[in-house]
């Protein structure tokens, strides 16, 4: 296995509120991949500007979305922070 390093983009949509996120993009930025963190409206943080409302990310993708973050990495939907994680540390 030779220790390449694959280049990763990485879109990611959440809440101000859901810490998890906050943790992954602050991954991405260490790591130097290709972020973009686009912002769903939060109830407890009326406060903070958002980029969307949770409904118009599930029309922009024609499906629903039942957990937060909503991540695509290289334009595939992935399902949770632990696959995520897992796909940005592979190598080959």
Known sequence: MNNITLEYRVVVYS?????PTNDFLEHCKQ????????????????????????AQVEELYGRKFYSMP????N?????????????????V
């Open 31 to 54: 790591n130097n991949h290709d972020l973009i963190y686009l912002r769903i409206r939060d109830s407890e943080f009326p406060q903070i500007s958002y980029d969307f409302e949770y």
């Open 70 to 73: 909503i991540i695509f990495i």
């Open 75 to 91: 334009e595939e939907y992935v399902s949770s922070l632990k696959e995520a994680y897992s796909i940005l540390k592979r190598e």
């Open 15 to 19: 809440k101000a509120s859901c810490t």
